[in-house]
């Protein structure tokens, strides 16, 4: 038995410098918790703060990450530094030498988490990244171990809190996108290049991440559609409003049997009754579906310095209360096999659908008579009045087959009366 695990953290920015002030402030609960010491030893980074916001003995500071990597005193490496590049090199080296290796890096597991798995199961390690998803919100830890006598059928996630808080900004002033993203950076939600965020990159990680768990099974990332809400607009909003919809950017996971498992994030219309549509700001919320719990919801921060922290040192506690089984015990084992991902044109939605068109006659029989040829049942039509000879149309179809609505769109924006496609926003939840 050990008397005390030894950590080495890799990157001391705004995650990392949170992570080395929850085990160094809170060394004596962690203690008590685990059951054993748990001391930061060694920390490397490419960026210093200075002065650093918290005393650091002398020697814990390091240049060399091999003093990380190669130091056989030390059991469980945190990798702080985000990307696919130096932290999956730092990632294979920790496991391969037999350290348990601790992450919030959800582009990394996304991507790499089957190999990496593989190798922390082969060499008795663990692989724990609860941080990855959600923050601070224990989703991972809930999936693997609160609900494995489950079956879930159906997870529902606000998974970007930078898009949540645009999205809810609109809502909440009527703005339009761009001075909302404007907004998010100068409060530090939204990145200089918020590509990742508002592009939908960040939440697809995640709900790879998810799904692999919920669904026990092994998902590739490029099979996941994913859309961000760059074409979300004030107008879509306030028609939402008036329909009993609000617009946020959904990831979901539905379970088909046989026929597959759906994963995809875009925008959509939920009704404003549902949990998630009263989710606010830059929070987080995952919304989950079972055959035994029914309907549960996991609410809380999905980002920042110590929400996420805690998590990351949420799941050093936990390696170190397992420290004397000679296995490992990964949150996702890598006995899941490969599972079909539904391709996104057999996906069947009801959509909402805004266009520009010329204010002349005929041009709901034109379109209606494309919908009808295909196959797309129209709901409920809208024409507000019109202005200097054009006209807005808004439609909601019953629900249709991606496939079928993407082809309605094509033959719209070819008609001579159409202008413009200007909005397609799914509706409801599956």
Known sequence: MKDCIKVGLIGLGTVGGGVARVLLENEKNLCARAGVPIRLVKITTLVMKNPLPFPLAEGVLTS????????????????????????????????????????????????????????????GVNLCYEASVAGGIPIIHGLKNNLAADNVRKIFGILNGTTNYILDKMSREGSDFAPALEQAQKLGYAEANPTSDVDGYDAAYKLSILAGIAFNSAFRFEDIHFEGIRSVSATDIAFARRLGYTIKLIATGVDR??????????????????????VAGAFNAVFVEGDYIGQA??????????????????????????????????????????????????????????????????????????????????????????????????????????????????????????????????????
């Open 257 to 278: 049997g046989e026929g597959g498992v759906e994963l995809r994030v875009h925008p959509t219309m939920i009704p404003v009754a549902h949990p998630l549509a009263n």
């Open 64 to 123: 060399d990450v091999a003093d990380i990597l190669d130091n056989p005193e030390i059991d469980v490496v945190v990798e702080c530094i985000g990307g696919v590049g130096a932290a999956l090199d730092f990632a294979r080296r920790a496991l391969s030498s037999g350290k348990h290796f601790v992450t919030p890096n959800k582009e990394l597991i996304a991507k790499y988490g089957p190999e990496l798995l593989a190798i922390a199961k082969a060499k």
């Open 297 to 430: 919801m996991f609410y809380g921060p999905g980002a920042g310095s110590l929400p996420t922290a805690s998590a990351v040192a949420g799941d050093v506690v936990d390696i170190a209360m397992n420290h004397e089984v000679p296995h490992s015990h990964p949150s996702m084992t890598t006995n899941f096999g490969p599972r079909k991902v539904v391709p996104m044109a057999e996906v069947q939605c009801e959509y909402y659908l805004r266009l520009s068109v010329k204010d002349q006659p005929g041009v709901l029989a034109k379109i209606a008579t494309i919908c009808g040829d295909l196959g797309v049942s129209l709901k409920n039509v809208e024409q507000p009045e019109a202005e200097g000879g054009e006209a807005e149309l808004i439609l909601i179809t019953h629900a249709v087959r991606e496939g079928s609505m993407q082809e309605a769109i094509t033959r719209m924006n070819a008609l001579p009366v159409v202008i413009k496609v200007e909005s397609l926003i799914r509706v409801g939840l599956a």
